[in-house]
């Protein structure tokens, strides 16, 4: 089955510092590559999520890379701020329907400071 | 996004004793939802596809005897963690999908003495 690498595991940053986090994938079929946000006691909250077929992805401070070739894919943080500090996790899953099911990797905690 | 509820948000219960746990899809009717297993620091783990009108179908490792899940409506899943034991707690999260994108509810943290 997938198997999905993250580094780092923990990341400490200034605020107004940029952020990067790393995913590996094992699984080729693998097209669907989202990007949760953990707060503490929280559930996992979507904030950007990439297809296959695109290479990159923006959303304002945030961005993902994918590289197929490499079965790798990224998450720039830019102009971090405090209120980025959490527990981030990527995914990766064969997409297709409501089915279709994920697998996490281990998880980056980043923490923004003053 | 989709709107996911659970209740409760966290319970104490005694070792032994079962507790029901219960997912809503408050927008959207859900054929499918999931349910994830976190313990402290740790990733997700899916313990389980819900599946409406039709038997869960469990990952490998979960025993289905002791994790119940029923999936009665196209709004609401059910996890019961029969005969609970303080290796049991954690932190019990569902979700559903939009197509191939899931979102998830607040969780609820089940701590059993």
């Known amino acids: 089955g997938e198997n999905v690498e993250q580094h780092p595991s923990t990341l400490s940053v200034q605020e107004g510092d940029s952020a990067v986090i790393k995913c590996t994938y094992s699984d080729s079929a693998s097209n669907y590559f989202p990007w949760y946000k953990q707060e503490l006691g929280k559930g996992p909250q979507l904030i950007i999520d990439?297809?296959?077929?695109?290479g990159e992805k923006k959303d304002q401070r945030i961005a993902v890379t994918l590289n197929k070739t490499a079965k790798h894919f990224s998450l720039h943080i830019t102009e971090t701020q405090p209120e980025d500090s959490a527990v981030y996790f990527c995914a990766a899953s064969i997409g297709g329907g409501t089915a279709s099911k994920l697998t996490f990797g281990t998880g980056t905690r980043l923490q923004v400071t003053l | 996004g989709a709107v996911v509820s659970q209740h409760p948000s966290w319970v104490i219960c005694k070792s032994g004793t079962s507790v029901k746990i219960e997912c809503r899809s408050l927008d959207f009717q859900a054929t499918t939802m999931f349910w994830y297993r976190q313990f402290p620091k740790q990733s997700l783990m899916l313990m389980a596809t819900s599946n409406e009108g039709s038997k869960a179908t469990y990952e490998q490792g979960v025993e289905k005897d002791k994790f119940l899940i029923n999936h009665a409506s196209l709004t609401l899943s059910t996890l019961t963690v029969t005969s609970a034991h303080p290796e049991d707690s954690s932190f019990y999260i569902c979700s559903r999908g939009v197509r191939e994108t899931q979102y998830f509810g607040p969780g609820t943290r089940l701590l059993v003495l």
């Open positions: 990439i297809r296959s077929n695109v």
